[in-house]
């Protein structure tokens, strides 16, 4: 009991640092102490990886990854802009640099494969850390240094290769990371409307759901999903496809929102419906797939469904997306 009580307090000071780091980042006068905040959240997730599953290969693997763009980003802050005083000193150079650093900070395409990589073997909190939390601080930095020609490459780029990629994956967990690179697309066509926030909050939540949901039995989906309550199964489904996009739940309209706010430019908003549609298939059918394994004993099952009070506001949340009609 003791020891649990210990390995308790280190996870809570470990989130403590971690969110001190994106508070120092986001309440930053200067690039250094924008660079001091990504070292903080670094150590905080670091000590979360260690202590969540205790496999020092994959914390070193991220630290390399991490401290290595941090560090470039310093150099390259106090070799182009020689004194790192005013954020909004920003040199054009100095500019492709930050947007390099921050591709590889956040996994996107396409330097995308080391977040494959440790993806494959942390569990769906890990996972959740890494593909929202730890996005904070580089779409922040980004959103300080837009540069819209370079931003247009990457916006296509991203909403591709996440998508192609994806085509011949057949692990939820693989699907998830993969979509979270197309995502990124959405999200950096979203930095120039100031909608960043909004978006990155919404599919966190989202993702969070299922996160929750998968990560409390620890066995393949296919395991899982035949676990699962009838009103779990529901919660689950509802969140996979707000996390895609699907109309009228809650995840359609920060898309509807970005393709109204872009719809001049043709090839982007093409490009990123493309890969919202083919995002869509795969989730629908994974649906349709487990709905057809399991068919005749959800049948039986969905006449006594109970809905608890925990699962009863995950339905809500995705559902939410109703009352914007």
Do not use: D
Request: charged letters at 10%; proline letters at 3%.
């Amino acid at each position: 009991m003791g020891n649990l009580l210990f390995i308790n307090k280190q996870i809570y000071f470990s989130f403590t640092i971690l969110w001190l780091g994106i508070y120092t980042t986001i309440f930053s006068k200067n690039w250094f102490t924008v660079w001091l905040g990504l070292e903080i959240n670094l150590l905080g997730f670091l000590l979360i990886l260690y202590l969540n599953q205790k496999n020092l290969e994959l914390v070193l693997k991220y630290f390399i990854i991490q401290r290595s763009s941090s560090s470039v980003f310093l150099l390259t802050s106090i070799f182009i802009n020689h004194v790192i005083l005013n954020l909004t000193i920003i040199n054009k150079n100095l500019l492709i640099f930050i947007l390099l650093i921050i591709i590889v900070k956040l996994g996107a395409a396409p330097i995308h494969f080391w977040l494959i990589n440790i993806g494959k073997k942390i569990n769906w909190l890990i996972i959740f850390i890494i593909l929202r939390i730890q996005k904070i601080n580089p779409l922040y930095i980004l959103s300080l240094s837009l540069n819209n020609t370079i931003l247009f490459f990457f916006i296509i780029l991203n909403a591709l290769i996440g998508r192609i990629q994806g085509l011949s994956q057949k692990s939820l967990k693989l699907i998830i990371i993969l979509s979270s690179v197309s995502h990124i697309g959405w999200i950096f066509a979203s930095l120039k409307l100031n909608f960043w926030i909004i978006y990155l909050l919404i599919y966190s939540i989202s993702l969070l759901i299922i996160s929750f949901l998968i990560n409390k039995i620890s066995k393949p989906l296919t395991t899982i999903l035949k676990i699962f309550t009838p009103s779990m199964y529901i919660c689950f489904i509802l969140n996979l496809l707000s996390l895609g996009g699907f109309p009228p739940l809650i995840g359609f309209f920060p898309k509807w929102y970005i393709l109204s706010s872009i719809r001049t430019n043709l090839i982007i908003s093409f490009i990123l419906i493309l890969s919202s549609v083919i995002n869509l298939y795969f989730y629908l059918h994974m649906v349709f797939s487990i709905f057809l394994i399991n068919k005749n004993s959800w049948i039986l099952s969905f006449k006594n469904i109970y809905l608890s009070k925990i699962n009863i506001p995950i339905i809500i949340f995705p559902l939410s997306g109703l009352l914007l009609f």
